[in-house]
């Protein structure tokens, strides 16, 4: 039985801590969908998500309305675009993504993920003509969103790839200058990425999935900043016993929701992802999180040790409340997307060195980054590259989300509006990175990938 109190509790979590469903996600294969000619290929790839998730934002909607659980965002995410586009015969990609902008339009979706390619021991043609058509490809849409994976701890770093993405994110952010770079926002460049990843802009529809499947992303920094604030000066026992309580309650409003989407879009249920996604709302913030467990600011010394705590405890609560849990499940550190983050860059205290380290014990990486527009191309290739090596050392996904802002200098800030708030342009080491990324070539995986 559910107590009263749990009910009221619940709904104080909604109302007053920021608690929502941050995203309801449907996946979709396009592997039947290829075509040597291309206008018939992205005709089947309208037809066949437009058939599959018509009805996905009116299903959320009553969900919504029924339980007064707020549902922040519905989104679609399709096999690669990279393999689909494979048997086709077009100078470029730009098309694909034209017909998946058009199908999340219809659909009436938030985004649409999975303009990607998956090269982390090397590019096919099909990967690299992709990769080259995603500048364009992104500034003509308004939904789509795109991933390249670089690595892993199986095959290693591919440095082409590295290589050729610095360059990428400097030409998304030059098309997109007149909107502080906001195609690159829609960008994330991975090591070890999942292929149930619900969230933005880096999911995509793993080709060991089902036909279409539905995966939800929870969120609830505000809730565990709360629950935080009733147990002031407690131990770290305690503070972990707490957020793993709290997880648990978070997870299970995401098991709720997404059995529920599941059996009314006759879909089957793939996971909940419990990842702490922060808002640019004030409480809604994992560095507020790390703050009420006694540090002064987000980013001082300490922070790594606290995050760490903060990640292992949401996994461990997460994972008592669903059998199903998958994704990334951990606290995401997007600076842009995060008012604490934000007021620790300002400050000085937060820095890109520091949030590389903090990625080594969270979730994904360097995330939602404004940087100088002037930073070369091999300078933002090195720091995907140590991102990369984090994430196929630690076995675990890192990413990296970085916007080169034209004529932007350290010190000033970027509005970008809605979940992707503001960013402070923050400092990256002028000293060069070229004459390393240019040597090419594959960081071979290292000794733990021998695991068979």
Same mark, same amino acid.
């Given at each position: ?11 104080? =979590? ?13 996946? *979709? ?29 009116? *299903? ?12 922040? +965002? ?34 009436? *979706? ?11 021991? %090397? ?68 090591? +070890? ?5 619900? @969230? ?19 969120? %609830? ?26 997880? @648990? ?19 089957? @249920? ?147 509006? %809605? ?6 342009? =923050? ?26």
């Amino acid at each position: 039985m559910i107590s009263q109190k749990d009910i009221l509790s619940t709904i104080e =979590m909604i109302d007053q801590q920021h608690l929502d469903i941050r995203t309801v996600t449907m996946g *979709v294969s396009l592997l039947g969908c290829t075509d040597e000619n291309v206008s018939k290929s992205c005709d089947k790839i309208y037809n066949k998500i437009c058939r599959a998730a018509g009805q996905l934002v009116s *299903v959320c909607e009553e969900i919504e309305t029924e339980f007064g659980i707020p549902i922040v +965002n519905k989104r679609i995410s399709v096999t690669p675009v990279a393999l689909v586009a494979a048997a086709s015969e077009g100078e470029d990609d730009v098309p694909f993504a034209l017909s998946l902008d058009r199908a999340a339009k219809e659909c009436g *979706v938030d985004f649409i993920g999975g303009f990607s390619a998956l090269v982390q021991k %090397g590019m096919t043609h099909s990967d690299e003509k992709l990769i080259r058509s995603i500048p364009q490809a992104l500034a003509e849409t308004d939904l789509v969103c795109s991933s390249v994976n670089v690595g892993s701890t199986k095959a290693g770093i591919n440095m082409d790839a590295v290589a050729l993405l610095g360059k990428i994110i400097k030409n998304t952010a030059e098309l997109t200058a007149d909107r502080n770079a906001i195609g690159c926002a829609k960008l994330v460049v991975f090591c +070890n990425a999942v292929e149930d990843n619900p @969230f933005m802009a880096g999911a995509f529809h793993g080709i060991g999935e089902t036909e279409k499947v539905i995966n939800v992303g929870v969120s %609830g920094p505000g809730v565990v900043y709360h629950a935080l604030k009733h147990i002031k000066n407690a131990s770290f026992d305690a503070m972990a016993e707490m957020i793993k309580k709290t997880a @648990f309650r978070i997870t299970r409003m995401g098991q709720l929701v997404a059995s529920e989407a599941s059996k009314r879009l006759e879909t089957p @249920f793939g996971i909940v992802d419990l990842s702490l996604a922060p808002t640019p709302a004030v409480g809604d913030s994992v560095a507020r999180i790390l703050e009420e467990m006694g540090l002064e600011t987000c980013g001082t010394h300490g922070t790594t040790a606290a995050l760490a705590l903060l990640n292992d405890a949401v996994k461990k609560g997460g994972i008592m409340a669903s059998s199903s849990v998958g994704g990334l499940s951990g606290a995401f550190i997007p600076v842009s997307e995060d008012e604490g983050m934000i007021a620790a860059a300002e400050k000085g205290t937060l820095t890109v060195d520091k949030l590389e380290a903090m990625t080594c014990v969270c979730s994904v990486g360097l995330d939602m980054l404004a940087i100088p527009g002037d930073t070369p191309a091999e300078t933002i290739s090195a720091i995907i590259a140590d991102e990369a090596a984090v994430g196929m050392v630690n076995s675990k996904t890192t990413a990296v989300r970085l916007l080169p802002v034209p004529g932007k200098k350290p010190g000033d800030r970027i509005e970008l509006g %809605g979940l992707l708030g503001s960013a402070p342009v =923050m400092a990256v080491h002028p000293e060069s990175a070229a004459a390393f990324i240019a040597r090419g070539g594959r960081i071979p995986s290292p000794l733990q990938s021998l695991k068979n």
